[in-house]
Structures are given as C-alpha cells and as structure tokens.
C-alpha cells in the first residue's frame, strides 16, 4: 500500500548531470527535488545505502513523488535541491568507477573551499591555511563572530516577514524607472534580446521531448541490464547515455536540437530492437498526473 505522504509534482523534467540525466520534480510548494535514483545512477552510488544516510540526518529534506515515466508511474524518493550542497559534502567517492570518484572529489573540494572562505570571512581570520596565523591571540574573534549570528538570524526574519513590503517598494521603484527620459531605448534593447533568446528556444526541445528522450535511454539502460548480468543497472544507463551522446555529436542530450528529435527518438528505438527484438514505444505525449 502506498504511503499517504506521497505527493503528486506540478511539473517533472530531466536534467543533465555527470554525462547521464536526473529527473528534478517540482512540489505544490514550489520547492525542486532530484531522484534519489538518479543521482546514485551518475554517481556511481548504492542508492539503498545513501537513502539510509540521507533519511538519518535531520537537515537533509526527502519526500516521495509519483513520478510518470513513460506510460508508468513509479514511486520514488527525491532530495531538496537546496540539500543537495550538504549531501554531496558528506559522500564518500564510488571506489569502483574512476571517472565518477574524481568528479565528485572536484565539487567537494570546491564545496569545501567555499565553506572555509564563508567562515574567514564571518570570523575575519584569513581566507587562508593556519600557519598564516602568527598569534594564536586572533583566535579570540571567532566567539564574538559565531555569536553575531544570532543577530544575523534574527535579522534575516525580520527581513521575511516585510517581504510584501519590500514587493510595494519595487513595484513603484519600477513605476519610476519606466517614466525616467530614455527608458524605452532600454525597453527596445530587452526586447531585441528576448527576441533572440525565444529564438534559441525555439532550436530546443521542448520538456515533453525532453522527458520522451530520458524515457527512452532509461528503457534502453534497464534492457542492458537485464540482458547482462555483469552490468549493474547504473553502468548500463550510463553506457547507453554515452552511446547517445556519441552519435549525435553532443556532450549532454538537452543539447540537442529540436529538429533531430524524431532522429533521436528511432536511433534509440532501433538499438532497443536489435537488443531485445522487441518495440520500443515513443510516446511523446508525455503528461504529467
């Protein structure tokens, strides 16, 4: 029996990560979250073992989705997006794929970094190693510093709960900008721009497509695997990402250009035939529920 605390998102569609694709949903709230699935699959990862962590600390945000995949609609278990920062900190590299393992020992540095720069400069000790600091007597900054962050805390509330306030302001802020002499050269400039940028969505796929694409490679990776027993499911979707990726010349499918899109989806039906001497449904109505 499924849960109740399932939720049904507003929209779904897949993302590029790590040279594979992870499916992002977005919840009534308006809050995105990733599979939980997905981002193991890229990562090389035992998605049962980073469930445990994840649903083990307090700060990390999980919630089930239905999530439609084709014609199936399947139950799966999704990380804040604005979690996903911390968890990536606290995983340990895959051992057993040498490409994943240094792409994210690469964000955890970097994520590393970024923390160590925050504290410096909430503290006000150098942004650098601490042999730099001569006098141990500096240290007597950091209390004071982590203290202030009450202050900061309390701050930041206030800040919210005036934020229909601070909307107003900007609404007639805007008003006046719009009536200042030589706005509309502005507005024409913007214009031209947006112009240019539907233009460039327009060369893209749309998200049905998108998700089409995704349906596909997955279905494909899931063939594989069941055809292989030396190939975990992960490897094997990586493999056919890979595999698509090649032959259409792009480093990540959403590079794709619309107008390849039927190419696209008989590439994949045709490889999924000679794998299984089965048809592979396209789809491409995909909805959400």
Known sequence: ???????????????????????????????????VRDLCTVLSLVSSSQLRAIRADERLHLAAFRLRIGNQVRTQDCLLLDDIPLWLVKVRPPRGNTDAAERLRYVQNYLIASVRSAFAALTGLPD???????????????????????????RQTHIEASQDQAREVWRDLAAQIRDLQGVLPLVEELRTRMQEVERQIGMRMSPAQRNTIYRLVQAYGEAHAARNSQLKLGSAIRKCWAEFNARFGIATYTD?????????????????????GMELEAGTQERLL
Do not use: C, K, W
């Open 256 to 276: 794709l250009p619309a107008d390849r899109f039927t190419e696209a989806v008989q590439f994949v039906q045709n490889q999924y035939r000679a794998l299984t």
């Open 128 to 154: 650098a190693p601490s042999n730099q600091i001569e006098d141990l007597q500096e240290l007597d900054i950091i209390d004071p510093s982590l203290q202030a962050l009450r202050s900061l805390a309390e």
């Open 1 to 35: 029996m499924e849960p109740s605390n399932v939720q049904t998102p507003t929209e779904q569609l897949p993302i590029t990560l790590f040279d594979g694709a992870v499916l992002a949903a977005r919840a009534a709230n308006g809050h995105i979250y990733l599979v």
